[in-house]
């Protein structure tokens, strides 16, 4: 085999609870991801060495050394095997970087299955899984997909189901926010607050809204323990949110650590709306719309 493609979705977060801060500076988390249809592609082909090309949007924001953290899943997972394997990545992005929906985390995970299946190896998905969670939080969702519950930093994952499909818009912003910086202003403001952190825990309307497939239910119980922080750091998502609240979407918020927002719209039609009214508001670089739960990686 020469080459292998695989195709990845990137994530929203319809409940993120962030616990107190942890002595290894991670903070407990309660992490309802979805995984929606925007997908980022890697294409994995034989060579000695390891290299990686990014090309798509906001290509020149990612790094093409060791850095990438697609490179680092291929290493990672070489390493595991116990043998030199050598890999060229080429990523094709259409997941906004440093936008809050794992964007890496998916290029990472599709790294995995791609080089997985180019090397001949055969692990099973748990041993992806524990190569995933060494990576970053978020990779171990990234190779499952659909909808699930994360707990600890968000790498122990419990599948749900759901019953039925959601339409989402995504706002892109223009440049992203740092992860770390988001979590540090997170910490910033509770302590400056005073209030004593409750450790995280699930919300059941919204796991309740999830199972029945209400759209209307979710979108009133879509919550970011981040977003305060997101905010701060970039006021002027307030009146991206605002904009699309004002037009129509069940709900709004800021996905993961930003700076995407997210809105939940009633069926497709509606997403459509939703998108054209914030593209005619002018409180985005970009507007998308996609639906969840979408399934994992997949070679195509
Ligand atoms: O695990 P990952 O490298 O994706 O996390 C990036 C940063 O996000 C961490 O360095 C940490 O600052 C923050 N983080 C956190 N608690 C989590 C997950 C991430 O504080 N559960």
């Known amino acids: 085999m020469n080459s292998v493609t695989v195709r990845v979705p990137a994530k929203v977060n319809l ?3 962030v616990g107190p801060l ?10 309802v991801f979805h995984a929606v249809s925007l ?3 890697v294409t994995a082909a034989a060579e000695t060495g390891m290299s990686v090309r990014v090309e798509g949007e906001s290509a020149d924001q990612v790094p093409e050394d060791d850095d990438n953290l697609a490179i680092r899943a291929a290493v990672a997972l070489a390493r595991h095997a116990g043998r030199p394997y050598g890999v060229s990545l080429a990523i094709r992005k259409a997941i906004p970087v440093a936008g809050g929906m794992a964007g890496g985390s998916a ?3 599709a790294a995995l299955v791609a080089c997985n299946e180019l090397w001949g190896l055969g692990l099973p998905l748990d041993d992806l899984m524990e190569i995933a969670a060494d990576l970053g939080s978020d990779v171990p969702f990234a190779l499952l997909g659909g909808t699930a519950v994360g707990t600890g930093r968000g790498e ?7 019953g039925g499909t959601f339409h989402w818009v995504f706002a892109l912003a223009d440049g992203g926010l740092s992860t770390a910086k988001v979590y540090a202003e997170c910490d910033r403001i509770r302590a400056a607050d005073g209030l004593a952190v409750p450790e995280p825990r699930a919300a059941e309307p919204l796991l309740a809204a999830l199972r029945a497939g209400d759209a ?6 879509l919550a970011n323990d981040l977003q305060p922080a997101a905010l701060r750091l970039r006021p002027s ?3 991206t949110l605002e904009a699309g609240r004002k037009h129509g979407a069940l709900g709004a918020l800021v996905s993961g650590s930003g700076p995407t927002c997210a809105f939940l719209a009633a069926s497709a039609g509606h997403a459509e709306e939703v998108a054209a009214a914030l593209r005619g508001a002018g409180v985005a670089r970009e507007v998308l719309t996609a639906h969840g739960p979408v399934p994992g990686p997949a070679v195509v």
């Open 39 to 41: 997908f980022d592609e």
């Open 107 to 109: 290029d990472a995970a």
């Open 15 to 17: 409940q993120l609870a």
């Open 156 to 162: 122990r994952l419990a599948p749900l189901e759901v």
């Open 22 to 31: 942890r002595d290894d500076g991670y903070h407990d988390l309660v992490n």
């Open 216 to 221: 209307e239910a979710l979108g009133a119980e």
């Open 237 to 239: 998502l307030a009146a």
